[in-house]
């Protein structure tokens, strides 16, 4: 059974940064496409950011040069680095997995099919 557990979501100021942490089980991570997804009320959940084994990541234009999503294959764990936070980044953030491979990674949310519960993440100007 896959279990993604998010972490590291708070409060922080307008231009600061947060780190997310989604620690995985009953799937390698290196083998799948992970995600990073963020939901505000009303909305539709938004890919962010993607990731897939050999490293190539892909990120919405509403996070990139901002936001930086990694891997540890070691330790089976998928983070987010997120700086240069805005009020707009205020959302649930969930991590995702998807053995859907590069197409997934195309920020195509419906090929996900394991979810972490989420994390808050508010940011205040």
């Known amino acids: 059974q896959v279990q993604l557990v998010e972490s590291g979501g708070g409060s922080a100021q307008a231009g600061g940064s947060l780190r997310l942490s989604c620690a995985a089980s009953g799937v390698t991570i290196g083998s799948q496409c992970m995600g990073w997804f963020r939901q505000t009320p009303g909305k539709e959940r938004e890919g962010i950011a993607t990731i897939l084994s050999r490293g190539s990541t892909n990120y919405a234009d509403s996070v990139k040069g901002r936001f930086t999503i990694s891997a540890d294959n070691t330790n089976n764990t998928l983070y987010l680095q997120m700086n240069s936070l805005k009020p707009t980044d205020t959302a649930i953030y969930y991590c995702?997995?998807?053995?859907?491979?590069?197409?997934?990674?195309?920020?195509?949310?419906?090929?996900?099919?394991?979810w972490g519960q989420g994390t808050q993440v508010t940011v205040s100007s």
């Open positions: 995702a997995a998807s053995p859907m491979g590069w197409v997934a990674c195309l920020l195509r949310t419906s090929l996900f099919h394991s």
